[in-house]
């Protein structure tokens, strides 16, 4: 079981925006800015594209953005591209006893 | 340009010891604020977070795995060595190393995987 809870799913057509939960504690999400989120195609490694909540690595296209309420955070991925197809993981710092949490992943299915 | 590589065996048997090299370039961990962390991920499976060392020897372990982990770094080589005891066939998985970006813990480059296999 994840500490970060993500729907296991979610779907948009091209050019569509969606976007994508984060569910985590007061203790981690909600405590730091500290959330990052990481893009997975199939057979590759992960590619940050959204750390310290809301900024963009250099390269990422500024259709992928991040924001945090609470102890919940969110990826929106604008315009949606078929190229956006894949597995979109969160995580945030957990506070001294737990580095780093991830999620448990959301598949992006561009329809 | 940042790059990172894991080494080690791709086969293990129940309860060795795993040991993975990530040899890296392109940064240095004698300079502060530079870290490497390790991730691994079962076939099918979700991302999990292992462990993490920096530039000023600071060390981080999940917590459900702490007993069985150690990380160390050579600076003179840009190695950072994972350790893993009592290997279980559960921990078959791709095991990553990856540089994070200070101060935080999100990673920005990623080596590309060593699949680690366990079993007699």
């Known amino acids: 079981q994840s500490a970060l809870t993500q729907p296991p799913s979610a779907s948009g057509s091209p050019g569509q925006s969606v976007t994508i939960s984060c569910t985590g504690t007061s203790s981690d999400v909600g405590a730091f800015n500290f959330v990052s989120w990481y893009q997975q195609r199939p057979g590759e490694a992960p590619k940050l594209m959204i750390y310290e909540v809301t900024k963009r690595p250099s390269g990422v296209p500024n259709r992928f953005s991040g924001s945090k309420s609470g102890n919940t955070a969110s990826l929106t991925v604008s315009g949606l591209q078929a190229e956006d197809e894949a597995d979109y993981y969160c995580?945030?710092?957990?506070?001294?006893?737990?580095?780093?949490?991830f999620g448990g992943g959301t598949k992006l299915t561009v329809l | 340009q940042i790059t990172l590589q894991e080494s080690g065996p791709t086969l293990v048997k129940p309860t060795q010891t795993l040991t993975l090299t990530c040899t890296f370039s392109?940064?240095?961990?004698?300079?502060?604020?530079?870290?490497v962390g390790w991730v691994r991920q079962p076939p099918g499976k979700a991302l999990e977070w292992l462990a993490f060392i920096s530039s000023n020897d600071d060390l981080r372990y999940s917590p459900s795995l702490k007993s069985r982990l150690t990380i160390t770094k050579d600076t003179s080589k840009n190695q950072v060595v994972l350790t893993m005891t009592n290997m279980d066939p559960v921990d078959t998985a791709t095991y990553y190393c990856?540089?994070?970006?200070?101060?935080?813990?999100?990673?920005?480059?990623w080596g590309q995987g060593a699949l680690v296999t366990v079993s007699s």
């Open positions: 392109g940064f240095s961990l004698a300079t502060g604020g530079m870290g």
């Open positions: 995580s945030s710092h957990g506070g001294s006893n737990n580095w780093k949490v």
């Open positions: 990856a540089h994070r970006i200070p101060p935080g813990p999100s990673f920005d480059y």
